[in-house]
């Protein structure tokens, strides 16, 4: 079984190519929730929702989050009426927030909701949210603490961030838990989402990291870096700000000694990376082949590894 940690956009692309090409026994897919928050009223989960549409072919390819072929009547209405409209909640993916909110309020855990609301899109593959308690990611920065929506849409990201402040209180949900148990755990493979703002937050709780390298499992990361730019979002931005080399080398050293392999684009293959194995390959997701193409050579090189 491969035990994938995946965030938004860049992680959830990898993780439907991981599920192209492993059956649903073989595969689980333990999401970042740092970035879920209350708004108007729903409980919304982005990463969860990005991994779950992604998986079931429904992602907006244009925006990066929320559904295919979405409309904004509700989004509309809610502006001529002087609400809240910063962080925009599609039609269609207001559906979601609805009811995830209504199971979690008759007493289910996100993990069953989220299983669930999987199923209902079709998805045989378990989509594991890290955590069922709140486990909010907030960033330091030369503004002020923000919570994580606030800093990432409502301010585009434009505020130095100084540092993360992640959720070390709080523990694994109890079915990430068990995974990491899991006899037939073979590797973890980290997506090529933002190590600081999605990867981090999920290795951050209790005890995750310390269990997670005491299995012995190869563990290894896919850089989101590409030619000293973030494919998306704003790695790069961030690395920068943090006084961080903006280069896969970065990211190696970010991970340190708790990966045993990173794979880096060919773009990078001259690059110094001190530290982990490397497997040079093309990392760039443009289409369907190419995500199942790169998950078959990662899942190739992790099991020559065992
Ligand atoms: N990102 C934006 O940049 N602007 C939005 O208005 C926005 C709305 C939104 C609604 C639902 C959802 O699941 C995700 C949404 N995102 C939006 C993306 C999201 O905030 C971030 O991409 C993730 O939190 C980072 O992985």
């Known amino acids: 079984m491969i035990l994938a940690l995946a965030g938004g956009v860049g992680g ?10 492993l059956p649903p026994e073989e595969l689980a897919i333990v999401v970042n929730t740092g970035d879920d928050f209350e708004h108007l009223g729903f409980a919304i989960s982005p990463d969860i929702d990005t991994v779950t549409y992604t998986l079931a072919g429904i992602a907006n390819p244009e925006l990066g ?15 001529r009426m002087g609400g809240e409209t910063w962080f925009r909640l599609g039609d269609r993916d207001l559906a979601t927030h609805v009811e995830r909110t209504r199971r979690l309020r008759g007493g289910e855990s996100l993990t069953t909701v989220t299983a669930a609301l999987a199923s209902a899109h ?6 594991v949210p890290m955590a069922d308690d709140p486990a909010p990611t907030i960033v330091d920065t ?4 923000l919570a994580f929506q606030d800093y990432f849409v409502r301010r585009q990201c434009a505020p130095r961030v100084k540092a993360l ?20 755990l073979e590797a973890v493979v980290i997506c090529p989402s933002n190590p600081w703002l999605s990867v981090d937050p999920i ?11 005491a299995r012995g499992v190869a563990i ?27 280069s896969s080398a970065g990211v190696a050293a970010h991970y340190g000694d708790f990966i045993d392999g990173l794979v880096i684009d060919v773009t990078d293959r001259e690059e110094a990376i ?33």
Do not use: C, Y
Request: cysteine-free; aromatic content about 4%; charged content about 20%.
């Open 12 to 21: 959830a692309k990898l993780a439907a190519g991981l599920a192209a090409v």
């Open 65 to 79: 989050w929320g559904i295919a072929g979405e409309s904004w009547a509700f989004m509309e209405q809610l502006g």
């Open 122 to 127: 079709g998805i045989a593959h378990r989509i």
């Open 142 to 145: 030369d503004e002020g603490r």
């Open 165 to 184: 402040q992640l959720a070390p209180d709080v523990g694994p949900s109890a079915a990430f838990s068990a995974l990491i148990d899991d006899p037939a």
């Open 203 to 213: 290795l951050a709780l209790r005890g995750v990291r310390s269990r997670l390298r």
């Open 220 to 246: 290894v990361a896919i850089s989101p870096i590409i030619g000293g730019k973030a494919v998306k979002g704003p790695a790069a931005k961030i690395m920068a700000e943090l006084g961080v080399p903006v």
């Open 274 to 306: 001190n530290g982990p194995q490397l497997l040079v390959t093309e990392t760039l997701m443009r289409s369907p082949d190419d995500r199942a193409r790169l998950a078959s050579e990662v899942i190739g090189w992790v099991r020559q590894w065992n």
